[in-house]
C-alpha cells in the first residue's frame, strides 16, 4: 500500500500512511497525528470530543485493519469509500448493543453519517 522504504510500524499503519490519515480525516477533519501511539489516542478524544470517543477510535481502526487485510488477502485496493462503509456497518452495531441511557447523544451523531 505504501512506498517499500517504509517501516510498517503501528503509527504508521494506522496513523501517518495516506490512506489510514484520509480514514481518520472523515471522522476528524482536523486530527493531526503524532509519533506516539498515546498521544494520538488523547488528541483523537479531544477532537471527538463525545462520551463514546472510544468507540468510534476503535471502530476506525478496525476498518482500516479490514481494508488492508483485504488488500493483503484478496488484492481489493483500499479506499475512503470502503473504509467509510465498514466503520457505518460497526458503529452502528455498536450502537445496537449499547445500553441506550448511555448513549443518548451516539444516534444523532452515526445518523450525520449516513
Known amino acids: 500500500m505504501c512506498n517499500h522504504n517504509t517501516l510498517m510500524t ?3 499503519l494506522f496513523f501517518r500512511c495516506p490512506f489510514a490519515l484520509s480514514c481518520w480525516h472523515y471522522i476528524c477533519p482536523g486530527f493531526l497525528p ?3 501511539v498515546h498521544q494520538n489516542f488523547k488528541r483523537l478524544k ?3 470530543h463525545k462520551p463514546f470517543h472510544m468507540e ?3 471502530m476506525i481502526l478496525w476498518s482500516i485493519w479490514k481494508c488492508r487485510n483485504e488488500f493483503i488477502f484478496s488484492g481489493t485496493v483500499p479506499s475512503l469509500y ?3 462503509n465498514i466503520f457505518k456497518e460497526e458503529i452502528f452495531l455498536v450502537f445496537h448493543r449499547a445500553k441506550r441511557k448511555s448513549y ?3 444516534k444523532p451523531w452515526i445518523d450525520r453519517f449516513r
Open 104 to 106: 443518548v447523544a451516539f
Open 82 to 84: 470502503r473504509c467509510r
Open 46 to 48: 479531544d477532537e471527538i
Open 10 to 12: 503501528r503509527e504508521h
Open 34 to 36: 503524532s509519533d506516539l
Open 56 to 58: 468510534i477510535t476503535t
